[in-house]
């Protein structure tokens, strides 16, 4: 989890192979980590997909201490037998979107390297303390097939937007009830909770979705949606 030093232009390297340019310069120079405690592996900010689901469990019914903003790096310090469930955001976790495909063809990009890593520490805490593993966000569909995910220890994939069903679907995970795959949209935009943590370079969304209607674009799937300038400003 990385602040790209206050430019997202250079989440771009992150596309780019693994076996190019050596790590020391990808995490220190283009990408350094968020400010984490050391000791628990909780971030300072986070992205704002992970803050919306945060909000949501919280304003359903979670308590704070219950909902755990974690390093991806630094999993063995959050995860424990108390864990109950591990969500993911993720954007181009196999490397297939095309700016990735285009910078990397045929090699491993950093950032599918990055999440390979994530998984096989996670599948190393699961097996010691048993919980399960959600993945959703903008490149949530390179994960939507079953030998993807027994490959990776995820349980659930989460296709599209989860604000208005994060409480439920939290809860059938818990109990081992959850579907492998689910296709979700948000309804009604007042259902989109406020976020309630800080996000990274103070990113904020001000919409969803795409009214252009570009047929190779995964946006322009769902339909547009503005937030109020007084949901902004909150």
Known sequence: MTNYRGNFLYGFIACGPYEVLPEWVFDKVFCPSVETDPITGEVKVAQVGLRRIESSL?????KREEV??????????????DTKVVGINVMDPLGMAPVTTTMSPEKLSYIAMKFKRMCASIIQLKKKYDFKVVVGGN????????????????????????????????QDLEKGDAPELMHCF?????????????????????????????DFCDVNKRSKKDLPLERLQQ
């Open 58 to 62: 919280l304003q359903g019914g979670y």
């Open 68 to 81: 755990f903003m974690a390093h991806p790096e630094m999993l063995d310090k959050s995860i424990g037998p």
């Open 139 to 170: 490149g949530a569909w390179e994960m939507a097939k079953s030998d993807r995910m027994k490959i990776h220890g995820v349980d659930t994939v989460v296709v599209g937007e989860a604000d208005e069903l994060a409480v439920d679907l939290f």
């Open 186 to 214: 948000v309804r009604n935009l007042e259902n989109i909770p406020v976020i309630e943590g800080p996000t990274i370079n103070s990113l904020i969304e001000a919409m969803r979705g795409c009214g252009r209607g570009c």
